[in-house]
């Protein structure tokens, strides 16, 4: 087995794990946001296991998506970040793993507070200019995994302008393209196609993926570290819910929590 295999098959052995605490975590606090945290777990796990190695190529990674707070916490859990006694005081009165991600309580894999939508791909570019231009010795990529329903927002173009003009061969943006959005899909509320095309015009290089296939997205997002010259746009295809059939692509995936008979059937399915 090579590197490159290995380096998935890690990734890949900790999905459904990953995906067990996200439906445990939305079951036990009756959490909204299943959908949205199950629709971007084979992302995250990437970007972590790239964050999170002996050699590391990703220096920051910004949850632009805060809403998937459980997936961010269930995978610092899996990565031993997170012990399994503090997951589990996720949205109880008094603790810190609230419903969004918080830089300020200081956890190793929060490197920013995110659930205001629109603001996450703003602040990494940030870092990422700051790190090209200010601090030249800074190494590894800056990413940021962002929604399609966020690509509504002004924000998000006017910094895919100015991440195209700076060339910011560090930028990484992995959009969770589940075409779903809180009130309804996306082609019914403001459609994005020809998405790519639109990346593509602001001067970045986009490739579009299968976002469930590690292999894939490990490969576009190595690539991309070792030869870039432009920001980069993985468009990564996803289903919201993915792992539970019964809500996946659903709009109600959004907001029902994950059900007893939901966890035991993934279990026994596994
Ligand atoms: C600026 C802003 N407006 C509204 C919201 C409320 N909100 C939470 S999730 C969401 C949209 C969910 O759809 P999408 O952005 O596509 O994320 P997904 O869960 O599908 O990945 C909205 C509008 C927010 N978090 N931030
Ligand atoms: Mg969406």
């Given at each position: 087995?090579?590197?490159?295999?290995?380096?998935?098959?890690?990734?890949?052995?900790?999905?459904?794990?990953?995906?067990?605490?996200?439906?445990?975590?939305?079951?036990?606090?009756?959490?909204?946001?299943?959908?949205?945290?199950?629709?971007?777990?084979?992302?995250?796990?990437?970007?972590?296991?790239?964050?999170?190695?002996?050699?590391?190529?990703?220096?920051?990674?910004?949850?632009?998506?805060?809403?998937?707070?459980?997936?961010?916490?269930?995978?610092?859990?899996?990565?031993?970040?997170?012990?399994?006694?503090?997951?589990?005081?996720?949205?109880?009165?008094?603790?810190?793993?609230?419903?969004?991600?918080?830089?300020?309580?200081?956890?190793?894999?929060?490197?920013?507070?995110?659930?205001?939508?629109?603001?996450?791909?703003?602040?990494?570019?940030?870092?990422?200019?700051?790190?090209?231009?200010?601090?030249?010795?800074?190494?590894?990529?800056?990413a940021a995994i962002?929604?399609?329903?966020?690509?509504?927002?002004?924000?998000?173009?006017?910094?895919?302008?100015?991440?195209?003009?700076?060339?910011?061969?560090?930028?990484?943006?992995?959009?969770?393209?589940?075409?779903?959005?809180?009130f309804g899909r996306?082609?019914?509320?403001?459609?994005?196609?020809?998405?790519?095309?639109?990346?593509?015009?602001?001067?970045?290089?986009?490739?579009?993926?299968?976002?469930?296939?590690?292999?894939?997205?490990?490969?576009?997002?190595?690539?991309?570290?070792?030869?870039?010259?432009?920001?980069?746009?993985?468009?990564?295809?996803?289903?919201?819910?993915?792992?539970?059939?019964?809500?996946?692509?659903?709009?109600?995936?959004?907001?029902?929590?994950?059900?007893?008979?939901?966890?035991?059937?993934?279990?026994?399915?596994?």
């Amino acid at each position: 087995m090579d590197n490159f295999e290995a380096l998935c098959l890690e990734i890949r052995e900790r999905v459904q794990p990953i995906r067990r605490q996200i439906m445990g975590l939305s079951h036990r606090a009756k959490s909204a946001h299943a959908g949205s945290s199950l629709s971007c777990v084979e992302i995250l796990a990437c970007l972590f296991q790239l964050k999170y190695s002996p050699q590391p190529m990703v220096d920051k990674l910004i949850l632009s998506k805060g809403h998937a707070a459980m997936a961010l916490y269930a995978t610092a859990h899996s990565f031993g970040l997170l012990e399994s006694k503090r997951l589990d005081e996720y949205l109880q009165n008094g603790t810190e793993l609230w419903g969004h991600p918080s830089f300020h309580l200081k956890f190793p894999f929060i490197d920013w507070s995110t659930g205001s939508l629109g603001h996450g791909l703003p602040v990494a570019t940030g870092f990422a200019y700051s790190a090209q231009n200010l601090h030249q010795n800074s190494k590894g990529l800056v990413a940021a995994i962002l929604t399609d329903g966020e690509c509504n927002e002004g924000s998000t173009w006017e910094t895919a302008l100015f991440a195209g003009h700076h060339k910011l061969k560090n930028l990484l943006a992995v959009i969770d393209y589940n075409k779903i959005q809180s009130f309804g899909r996306v082609s019914e509320v403001l459609e994005l196609e020809p998405f790519a095309n639109k990346w593509k015009a602001f001067g970045w290089d986009v490739v579009e993926v299968n976002g469930h296939d590690i292999e894939i997205l490990v490969r576009e997002m190595t690539s991309f570290a070792s030869s870039a010259s432009k920001p980069k746009c993985i468009l990564a295809h996803t289903v919201k819910g993915k792992g539970i059939l019964e809500i996946e692509n659903t709009l109600e995936s959004h907001y029902l929590p994950i059900t007893s008979t939901q966890l035991d059937n993934y279990k026994n399915e596994k």
